[in-house]
């Protein structure tokens, strides 16, 4: 089964898409506000991965490698040849990982607060938001996600909430998380596996990494990983969640890099 995406725009257009890529146990409406601050001019399509939101019984389900099989033979389905590509966290991860096997195809390279560059990841939080079954655990582990005076609207918990009480989400969301957290320390600590960094420095396309400053998450110290080979911007005050908690600021680097690059 082929995977849902939101659309914006003509995909049909001169101009290469620009493909958004969500983070764990997430879905496309992550992007929503970062949407409305994207000049109207840029295709876009955000995707659901699979196990995820409206594409939770697509073929793809697990790591972050089966999962960009996954999106890139959903792109190849629809006739998308050469695209931008954005992702968050696991989405990140993905992205990355579209660079890295077919450079030829991806005009430009957006990550925000990646996953696979470092082992260092905060497991327990990530087990915390995959199986929250009460309305108090799960606004406790999205309030990990974000900076502390970051607030979490309750809606949002609630639609969280639901999406988990979908037949076969809860299963889904473990699968992948099992996957991420592929590895372990000595002590038994969960660690996730990480990417081929150096290959991914040498890559010919435009590179930006984003990252916030008070990320519970995943560390930001990570992002010195690409320092001299991307555009890095960290951003105070902003923890893992930054589609959400600063739209404007990844909406303006997504928009620098697709102006960057013709088509």
């Known amino acids: 089964m082929g995977l849902y995406a939101e659309v914006q725009g003509d995909l049909g257009g001169a101009a290469a898409p620009l493909v958004l890529l969500h983070g764990f146990g997430g879905t496309s409406g992550i992007w929503a506000e970062v949407l409305r601050h994207l000049p109207p001019s840029i295709p876009v399509l955000a995707y659901d991965l699979p196990g995820h939101g409206l594409s939770l019984v697509a073929d793809g389900l697990g790591g972050a490698g089966r999962l960009a099989k996954a999106v890139a033979a959903d792109l190849a389905a629809r006739g998308i040849e050469r695209f931008h590509v954005a992702g968050h966290s696991l989405g990140g991860a993905i992205a990355a990982i579209l660079a890295l096997k077919a450079p030829e195809k991806v005009a430009s390279l957006t990550l925000v607060a990646p996953g696979g ?51 076969g989400a809860r299963e889904a969301v473990g699968t992948v998380l099992k996957a991420i957290l592929s590895e372990t320390t000595e002590a038994g600590e969960p660690r996730q596996g990480t990417l081929p960094v150096g290959d991914l420095r040498s890559l010919p396309m435009p590179k930006y990494l984003l990252w916030g400053l008070e990320d519970r998450i995943l560390p930001p110290g990570q992002a010195r990983s690409l320092e001299g080979a991307a555009t890095i911007r960290l951003l105070a005050a902003a923890g893992h969640m930054l589609p959400e908690e600063c739209p404007q600021e990844v909406a303006r680097v997504l928009t620098a890099a697709v102006a960057a690059v013709a088509g």
Do not use: C, K, W, Y
């Open 117 to 167: 560059f470092g082992p260092e990841i905060n497991g327990a939080a990530l087990s915390a938001f995959a199986f929250a079954e009460t309305a108090e655990e799960m606004r406790a582990a999205m309030e990990a996600m974000v900076a502390p005076a970051h607030p979490i609207l309750q809606e949002a918990v609630d639609a969280m909430l639901a999406a988990r009480q979908v037949p």
